[in-house]
């Protein structure tokens, strides 16, 4: 079970893939299931499938041991004539994005774990930033949003560092969060604005003042796989 901590100094590379139909985004799964089942790359240390909830598409994470071992696999034939044209016939947009773990918090304080075994309702969100305010959109993001702990159904959050992209213009932010629930993740957001705990008024003008664009999605894990396994 693939595990994310602040202090893995590995490469973490997100693949976002949007699609115009739910059959789509059914063949771009098994596209990916079995990229993954078959996965004996240098340097590869897992990946995770995510289906697209809200929206059709699907997301991998995958870990690396470092960008070097990633882009000896973008530069392979089948990457190259086989991989992108496959899943360039599935989707509307590409993003591949490389990034380094800016910050990690879970609830539980036991680490924050992805496994299709896990009922998580998974958020993932990308904001452009400027790259001068990169990182104090990471801290407004992360740090900034300890009050999540006391938030009911919340589970964990995630905040990536973006450091390289295709398919993907200017500097980013990613933040991957777990919830326990659709609704919990609904209710948080349904919260007033005079309800809000000024901690999070505080990071929510702080997020907004820096950030140039947002898009998100919510997914379910629907696979993994680790090396050696």
Do not use: C
Request: proline content about 4%; cysteine-free; charged content about 25%.
């Amino acid at each position: 079970m693939p595990k994310i901590s602040s202090d893995d100094k590995n490469l973490t590379v997100l693949n976002l893939f949007s699609t115009d139909a739910p059959e789509k985004q059914e063949g771009l799964l098994g596209a990916m299931r079995e990229i993954v089942d078959s996965a004996a790359y240098p340097g590869w240390m897992s990946s995770t499938v995510h289906a697209g909830v809200d929206k059709p598409g699907t997301a991998n994470f995958i870990q690396w041991r470092s960008r070097a071992d990633l882009e000896d696999r973008y530069d392979g034939e089948e990457f190259k004539h086989r991989t992108l044209p496959l899943f360039g016939e599935l989707t509307t947009s590409i993003r591949l994005l490389q990034n380094e773990i800016g910050y990690s918090q879970s609830k539980s304080g036991d680490g924050v774990e992805i496994s299709p075994e896990r009922t998580d309702y998974t958020v993932i969100a990308v904001f452009g930033v400027e790259e001068k305010n990169q990182d104090d959109l990471v801290d407004a993001l992360g740090p900034s949003m300890k009050f999540l702990s006391d938030v009911p159904g919340y589970v964990s959050h995630t905040i990536l560092k973006g450091i390289a992209a295709r398919g993907l213009e200017g500097s980013f932010v990613v933040s991957y969060s777990q919830w326990e629930s659709k609704e919990a993740f609904d209710a948080y957001q349904a919260v007033p604005q005079g309800d809000k705990p000024a901690a999070r008024q505080e990071a929510e003008k702080r997020t907004g003042s820096l950030l140039t664009s947002v898009d998100s999605n919510t997914y379910r894990v629907v696979h993994t796989r680790a090396a050696g396994e």
